[in-house]
């Protein structure tokens, strides 16, 4: 534990111990497990966005990504496919759609700003244009929401966060192409010089956030049943603001996946707790706001606190 | 990476640990009373902020202070299909007799209805209904005869403009399922001759934004110089296209009509096209009584509730104040019929 993930670790008990203290109901464990649910693609999109912030990029399209993905499995995948066909369509969608964005910022120099911010445009109106105003039927795999762990109160979409989470947290922390990440995020000049595959490194972090995306596609259109095209609106933004709080430096180079955990974890416990107490939703988003403005001060005081000399 | 593990699992285990002492009594079946003896109702409509769900909520509390009834409002802050999922769990968590939902989309709340209705809640939608999905929900308060706006709307339109020049429809969400049913009867019921002269250039869609409804208006002024008439079934819209006609100046007798100028007309509450009726910019309009809609949700919530009656096609109950009301098909209830609002009766409305 960095002293960046302390801050959302530490927010996360404070909202956990407000939220028991507002509402006998909040701290109900199927209650908080089953609403995790909600906040698993966000999760997932948190994840990918990690590794993309990490290097210094943004992705802004990621929620049009998972939106495009869930319209394409919805109708290329028959009713009742095999379920790995599903998974694969998803999340091959969606590593598809991370390459266009990749190429666009590695091969074409594009700022990733301006070019997550064109195809943000460009994949929900593909979407759009394709189903026009109708929902599809999810063909297969539905309720995975409420499939719960054998014998617990957990249900599985969590759980397959959690896992994505440590796996792409080994991949950022234990292995030389997270070493990379930092190396460009941190200057990617001097890790041109030093040899490292700069564009390569961007590739595959566009690649995996795109099929990250898809993943998160795949629990959305299990919990909802149905997919259109105007769903998850604004959910790279919060996708973001998990990384940010979690303690990535949004110039790049710094960060841990732990942290973005955390900040998810942290989000969902706050909003959860609002919504038991009965918070209205419009003041939920302004706490949400402040959480973050917060959290990143915070992260900059334990930076500048830990300049000086320690006193007994 | 040990750490980061170890400290997930810290964070799971303080959840679950911390959930385990607490006092778990929300899980009681007939209903999760929030006070005891009262009745306690939700209601969740498409968005916050808009006036034409404050309406429908007065109608709820007035109709809740007849009934000794607690009422409490909780607006996504989106309209998009999902947001209103997350608000309608927490509502289930923290205890509600009555669910009074005006839905976004027509299938996606499903699932949670079906959660909420296991633990005994009375299942209500208000204003628009999940269509095809009626099963999921008890009964549905619905404005007015769907099948009547439409042809009432076209009726409006063409007295406005002696039933001759080309028109366009400024909707809401692409798919909100009153509107495109209200723009198919108005489709319906321009194929009779005597609209011949009426002819429907283009349908626009602001999405019960303001910006983005007042952008489309701009659009359908500079795309369509031949515009005769506007039609915006949605109070948002109405509101919004009445301001860009305004500015424009080409709103009948306005400074820069072309010949008789663009009529505009819709369905809008009467507080929200105050203004662009005393100018003259807006000639006449229409609407139902959202209130009046509150109202019955509240009585029949109650009804239902307290298992008076099940809501059978042809069963009629008494609203206090309303008069009786009788089950259509598939547990739906109309409020009444439209009201036409022009400067003449405007000053009698406020809402």
């Not at chain 1, 998803?90 to 997550?116: E, H, K, M, Q, Y």
């Not at chain 1, 974890?265 to 918070?279: D, E, I, P, R, S």
Request: with cysteine; charged share 15%.
């Amino acid at each position: 534990m960095r002293w960046r993930e302390m801050v959302p670790l530490g927010l996360l008990l404070l909202v956990l111990f407000w939220g028991s203290r507002v509402s006998p109901r909040f701290l109900d464990a199927p209650y908080l497990l089953d609403s995790m649910n909600l906040y698993v693609e966000t999760g997932l999109l948190a994840v990918g966005m990690t590794f993309v912030i990490m290097c210094g990029e943004i992705d802004l399209s990621v929620a049009s990504t998972t939106v495009l993905c869930a319209c394409v499995a919805a109708k290329w995948c028959p009713p009742g496919c095999p379920p790995s066909l599903l998974v694969l369509v998803c999340v091959g969608a969606g590593a598809l759609l991370g390459l266009v964005n990749g190429a666009l910022v590695a091969w074409a120099r594009v700022p990733s700003f301006l070019a997550t911010l064109a195809t943000m445009a460009a994949f929900r109106g593909v979407a759009q244009a394709w189903m026009g105003p109708y929902s599809a039927k999810w063909p297969v795999l539905k309720g995975l929401d409420r499939a719960h762990v054998v014998g617990s109160a957990v249900p599985w979409p969590p759980v397959v966060w959690l896992v994505v989470a440590a796996l792409a947290g080994l991949l950022l922390h234990r292995t030389v192409y997270g070493r990379w990440v930092a190396a460009v995020g941190t200057s990617p000049v001097a890790a041109r010089f030093s040899g490292l595959p700069v564009e390569r490194t961007k590739l595959i972090a566009f690649t995996m956030t795109g099929a990250l995306a898809g993943l998160a596609a795949l629990f959305l259109g299990s919990r909802l049943g149905v997919v259109r095209h105007d769903l998850v609106r604004g959910l790279e933004l919060e996708a973001i603001t998990a990384v940010v709080v979690g303690g990535t430096s949004i110039l790049g180079g710094q960060g841990t996946m732990l942290g973005t955990v955390t900040a998810l974890l942290l989000v969902a416990a706050a909003k959860t707790a609002m919504g038991v107490a009965g918070v209205k939703p419009e003041v939920q988003v302004t706490v949400v706001g402040v959480l973050l403005v917060g959290a990143v001060l915070a992260g900059n005081m334990s930076a500048l606190v830990r300049r000086r000399p320690a006193r007994a | 990476m040990i750490r980061t593990l170890l400290a997930t699992v810290l964070v799971a285990g303080i959840f679950v640990a911390g959930c385990g002492t607490s006092s778990n009594d929300a899980a009681t079946t007939g209903g999760t009373q929030a006070k005891s003896g009262a009745l306690h109702f939700v209601f969740v409509p498409k968005s916050a902020g808009n006036p034409y769900f404050a309406e429908v909520e007065k109608g709820l509390q007035k109709g809740a202070k007849e009934l000794g009834a607690t009422i409490e409002t909780q607006a996504p802050t989106s309209a998009d299909a999902t947001s209103q999922v997350g608000t309608i769990k927490d509502a289930l968590q923290r205890g509600v007799d009555v669910l009074v939902v005006s839905a976004n989309a027509p299938d996606t709340l499903n699932d949670v209805f079906d959660d909420a209705r296991k633990k005994g809640v009375i299942v209500l939608t208000v204003d628009s209904d999940i269509t095809g999905n009626e099963e999921h929900r008890d009964a549905s308060v619905l404005p007015t005869d769907f099948a009547k706006v439409g042809p009432a709307l076209v009726e409006n339109l063409a007295s406005l403009t002696g039933g001759q020049g080309d028109f366009a429809i400024l909707s809401a969400a692409t798919d909100a399922p009153n509107q495109n049913a209200w723009i198919a009867g108005m489709k319906e019921a321009l194929k009779d001759p005597k609209y011949a002269g009426l002819k429907l250039v283009d349908t626009v869609y602001g999405n019960d934004e303001p910006e983005k409804s007042a952008t489309e208006m701009q659009a359908l002024l500079t795309k369509y110089p031949d515009l005769r008439a506007v039609v915006s079934p949605t109070s948002v819209g109405l509101g919004a296209a009445a301001q860009v006609l305004e500015t424009s100046g080409q709103y009948p007798g306005g400074p820069k009509a072309k010949g008789p100028g663009i009529e505009l007309t819709g369905l809008a509450t009467p507080n929200q096209l105050r203004a662009a009726v005393e100018k003259g910019v807006v000639k006449k309009f229409q609407l139902w009584s959202p209130a009046d809609m509150g109202e019955i949700a509240a009585h029949l919530g109650a009804a239902l509730h307290a298992k008076k009656f099940l809501p059978e096609e042809g069963k009629s109950f008494d609203v206090p104040g309303l008069g009786s009301k009788t089950f259509s098909a598939k547990g739906v209830v109309y409020a009444g019929p439209l009201v036409t609002f022009d400067k003449a009766n405007i000053a009698n409305f406020d809402f």
